[in-house]
């Protein structure tokens, strides 16, 4: 039995990852590249379909074959998601009736690498029947694609990065990167909001991270509260009654005048506790916080705090509460 050596094992290394290395950044050379030149080759066509898109008052369609397909796929999710009413039709189930689909309100974005695409001869020839705007990408001017466009898009001249030159790869690429060129300038355009964003996104990491205050606060008849000159005795009943392990003292008008949390009722425990006013035992200036804050704001505040509770107000006025747990057990962190 033998037994390979550090020596051996890094020689290996170097005649196989070697090559695969070189060959990956080969791949991505070409491509960042072909992506430059497609950055410079921007210019009027691009803020036209900007100005189409932005004004349209149905949907984005992007449609296209094969690998374009995929992209298309891609593109209309990306749109879909920053604020642009977008899907994908499959051009071959377009000519079976998905055509019905699409309406003079909409927009149609096709890719096609060859802009010979046999599959989008019917949505181009439905595009033009309804004069529905067309914007195309494609790597051939002058291709069928590119002169039946409202506007055309046709990609810089570009080697696919596949050495023979044959899988889509390259141009795959640059259509990806123009179609999340699209949706950031249309989400620019349409000043799309984090606000917005969680309102499409309200699963997963990225939902996480946008939940705001308000969307976890308790408040209405959860909320503890009592007035200055309230009893402890009365007080502490609200407190257990609520069970934040805290209180709200407020004015008149539900101003926050002072808290009072369950450190406060131990420090200030003796005989004569019971009859105690809120005002003798609250903190005066406790942290707030406001219902439009990030709920992930919220927690590090009560981390770097070392508190468990945030009031929150908004014009002054106590309008909830938020626990640490609630954050937590919403999974923001």
Sequence with gaps: MTTSTASDQVSLLSQTDGDDLNSARRVLGIEANALNSLAASLGENFILTIEVLSKIKGRVIVSGM?????IAKKIAATMASTGTPSFYVH???ASHGDLGMITKEDAVLALSNSGETTELADLIAYCKRFDIPLISMTSRKNSTLDTAATISFVLPPAPEACPMGLAPTTSTTLMLGLG??????????NKFSPSDFQTFHPGGKLGLKLLKVRDLMHSGDELPTATSDMDMSEAILIISA????CLAVVDSRNHLQGVITDGDLRRHMGPDFLAKKTE???TVGAQTIGPDALASEAAALMDVKRITNLFVTENNKTIGVLRIHDCLRAGVV
């Design 242 to 245: 609520k069970g934040f392990g």
């Design 180 to 189: 999340d060129a699209i949706a950031v300038a249309l989400l620019e355009r």
């Design 66 to 70: 094969g690998k374009s397909g995929h």
């Design 91 to 93: 051009p071959g189930e």
């Design 280 to 282: 003798n035992l609250m």
